[in-house]
């Protein structure tokens, strides 16, 4: 029930219309197997932006959610180098298409999560860093908070989850122009049977660690540039964010599901720095 209390931050389900999944008719493009979104369904999509001096541009590298006005989740190994300076960040809230010039937000402060391996990579686990923006954002229909589960929160194997981003559409196929923001729906993999899978092209016996989630079907998966982003389901008819994009063999193949980092690991450390209050 304690769960119920964190239902109450602001705007939440209402700003979620729920349409149907991809059906006949809807032409797949994007992450693995996705499709366009539609305004304001995924109002809480941050693109994280690194400065590049050489393209003189903010470009897109990775995903991340507004968990608060003033910060964004996302996945450690998009914050790397360790020393990197914050000043070269920025996040683009509000927006479907990546590049329609609308304002940066700056980047103040980056926290990576202690236990972050970068030796290792997002298959060390703990890939998962929290970025506190200059200012907060103004909240409205197209710039929204996602929910974070309680702790105790089970996700049930064979639950059907949203991924988004502005990945690629397949291994190594970046998303075209005009960067139209997609979306799938993806199935949640148990931990045996992706350990199972992925023990056959990892070294660790047991590649999936507590603190991962896996989630995905043949053709239907997150990709590189997909990294950071949410993963979220639905309980109660609200969406909850379960798992931040982390790592995979490729993408969209049978066997290998994407590997998330699993939210409800990591709340009391998120709740640490940040005020996750009922109705902040
Ligand atoms: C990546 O390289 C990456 N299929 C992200 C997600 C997945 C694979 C690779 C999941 O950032």
Redesign the pocket.
Known sequence: MLWLLFLTLPGLGSSVPVTPGPGPGRELVGIVGGCDVSARRYPWQVSLRFYNSKRRQWVHQCGGSLIHPQWVLTAAHCMEPENMTPSKAGVQVGQLRLYDHRKLTMVKQVIRHPKFNSSQGAKGGADIALLRLEAPVTLSADVNLVLLPPASLRVPERKMCWVTGW?NINYKSPLPPPYHLQEVEVPIVGKEVCNQRYQKVEKNPRPIKEDMLCA?SEGR???????GGPLVCSWNCTWVQVGV????H???LRD?P??YARVTSYMSWISQHVRLSPGS
């Open positions: 990945g995905g998966d997150s990709c590189q540039g997909d990294s994009v982390s790592w995979g490729q993408c969209g290998f994407g590997v």
